[in-house]
């Protein structure tokens, strides 16, 4: 027998193969002349007496070749997966996975492959399916996956057989566009996601990815249909005046979450026979503004309605995103920031299961939190980032900095003070979160004594610009950049070389170029010779501060770190010194 499914996917199915020795006492035996052999002795083997041994084969050239082995060299034993099977009923294969829906999502992530995944994610798009409308998405949206994919996700727990007629009808209606079954063939049985899974897939495929794969599946259904089949799709009005024909059958039904996007909705059966038309929404009504808090618990608001923001682990991901002011953080960076140097090994997992949550969370605005590469961003579709406390803050505090009058620039100092609302980023965990909250909580103090405008004219403000640009560079920062940043201010030296450098911040010579590089593409230094590196311009007048951000004993361990590495240059320096007089 020939199994196309790759090897890791047969256990629970019917043929659970294992590898077996076999022997034929003869060429081209047929199956029941088989004999399962003792891997020690090389003897029958007893357990397998009375057992029917079917060889089971992947479509790979090493598995015919043991294949062909075994039929042309009687009595030489070839190692080949074997279903022993007998008369009486197989035990039942093992139940599919249960659990919530972001309990299956993660078994399947982690049992299946990643090209099976995706395709989970395109048939989001549709309801129902059947298992060639499966076939057709993936053949329309990805060229590279094949059937064998289609086949993990029938087995892989996030379907179930549905009996929903209207639905039903309609996907058995592509069937017969695609070709009617022959007679007594039965129809395709019809699935749908389970519960809750439907939404989690959905979240990672936005608005225009959802319409292309609706559009792919059209162009894929051309040459059966005469035509490309119109897309928005056109959706039942009792009040319209257009008319299909009554011949004319739906072929799929788009899941409700494309139908929301795009200003529509699915409404249930009406009362009495038959489903009721779909219906045109209204024009929607602009909602109100989403905005969010960090100088205090990190919260959401739409209008006057909080939003459930979920665990203290999904809050500390928002509050990541949203620092970042729109820019994308990667994975590998979040990770970091939630979990510092010892994550655990599921971080990836559920961090990507956090992003799902928070998009459900934010409703209407869950499409803010985009997949941007490897990580992810909050933004708006023209890159801007959400309404944000601390932004108000910042340009609070701008236009204080600027206004002449006294009184004015007080009442704008403490406009900006009164949006605090306790200890930033209270209650969240992760070193990122702890370097914000210490960030904010310093600003905070600075703005109670500083001075706007500055007592006399000329004077400098008590707070410089380079702090401004010091609070927005931590921003864009790693947590190790940020250290490594404090670091280099210890030594009252103008630059260091990069051997040194890597001396002081005790990491290795390849690490300790790289942070230098990232803190000089992000302008936190220049390079004031090759191979030597000092602070920015703006940057230099904070030296003293950035200095008195670390402990004491850490300001010590640096400068005896540099010691250590200059000691030991010196020494290199002199055995490698031609002898006197030479």
């Not at 510092?340 to 559920?350: F, H, N, R, S, V």
């Not at 980023?425 to 979160?433: M, N, Q, S």
């Not at 950049?481 to 030296?493: D, G, I, K, T």
Request: glycine share 10%; with cysteine.
């Amino acid at each position: 027998m020939i199994n196309p499914l790759p090897r890791r996917l047969w256990r629970g199915t019917a043929l659970d193969a294992r590898p077996q020795l076999l022997s034929a006492p003869g060429e081209f035996d047929p199956p029941g002349r088989l004999v399962v052999c003792d891997p020690l002795s090389g003897e029958r083997d007893p357990e397998a007496a009375g057992l029917f041994a079917l060889p089971v084969l992947h479509p790979t050239a090493s598995a015919l070749e043991q294949w062909v082995g075994l039929l042309t060299r009687p009595g030489v034993p070839h190692l080949i997966d074997t279903a022993l099977l007998s008369g009486t009923p197989q035990p039942a294969p093992p139940s599919p996975p249960h659990g919530s829906a972001e309990e299956l999502l993660t078994h399947f992530r982690g049992a299946f492959s990643p090209e099976a995944y995706r395709l989970a994610v395109r048939l989001s798009a549709i309801r129902p399916l059947t298992t060639p409308l499966m076939q057709l998405v993936r053949a329309a949206t990805m060229r590279d996956a094949s059937p064998t994919h289609v086949a993990e996700i029938l087995l892989g727990g996030l379907l179930e057989r549905t009996d929903r007629t209207a639905e039903a009808t309609a996907v058995r209606a592509l069937d017969r566009a695609l070709g009617a079954p022959a007679p007594g063939r039965p129809v395709q049985p019809v699935y749908d996601f389970r519960p809750g899974v439907r939404e989690l897939l959905f979240s990672g495929l936005g608005t225009e990815q959802a319409v292309e794969v609706v559009e792919a599946v059209g162009r894929s259904l051309e040459p059966y249909m005469g035509r490309l089949p119109d897309f928005p799709v056109l959706m039942g009005d009792d009040e319209g005046e257009l008319r299909l024909d009554a011949s004319a059958r739906a072929f799929a039904v788009l899941a409700s979450p494309v139908l929301e996007r795009m200003g529509g909705a699915v409404p249930g059966p009406r009362a009495g026979s038959g489903p009721e038309p779909r219906r045109a929404l209204p024009p929607a009504v602009p909602s109100a503004e989403l905005r969010f808090t960090v100088l205090g618990p990190v919260r959401a608001r739409r209008g006057e309605t909080p939003l459930a923001l979920g665990s203290p682990q999904q809050r500390a991901l928002l509050a990541a995103l949203l620092l970042r002011r729109g820019h994308r953080a990667t994975a590998s960076e979040l990770v970091a920031g939630l979990w510092g140097d010892e994550p655990p090994p599921a971080a990836l997992a559920a961090l990507r299961t956090y992003a799902a949550r928070l998009r459900r969370a934010l409703g209407e605005d869950g499409e803010l939190l985009v997949g941007a590469g490897d990580g992810y961003a909050l933004c708006g579709p023209d890159g801007s980032p959400p309404a944000l406390d601390l932004d108000e803050a910042e340009r609070l505090i701008a236009r204080a900095r600027a206004a002449r009058d006294p009184a004015e620039a007080r009442r704008l100092r403490d406009a900006a003070l009164e949006l605090w609302d306790g200890e930033p980023l209270a209650g969240l965990p992760g070193p990122y979160a702890a370097a914000q909250r210490a960030r904010l909580a310093r600003w905070r103090s600075e703005l109670l004594v500083e001075e706007h405008p500055p007592a006399t004219a000329g004077a400098p403000s008590v707070v410089s610009p380079g702090r401004s640009a010091l609070r927005m560079l931590d921003d864009r920062l790693t947590p190790d950049a940020r250290r490594a940043l404090r670091l280099l201010a210890v030594p009252e030296a103008p630059d260091l070389s990069a051997g040194a450098a890597a001396a002081l911040l005790d990491v290795p010579g390849e690490r300790g170029r790289a942070l230098l590089a990232g803190l000089l593409t992000a302008g936190a230094l220049t390079e004031t010779a090759p191979g030597r590196y000092g602070h920015a311009g703006q940057l230099r007048p904070l030296v003293r501060e950035l200095r008195s951000e670390l402990s004491e004993e850490e300001r010590t361990g640096a400068l005896s770190r540099l010691l250590t590495w200059y000691v030991a240059l010196g020494g290199r320096c002199t055995l490698s010194a031609p002898p006197a007089g030479g």
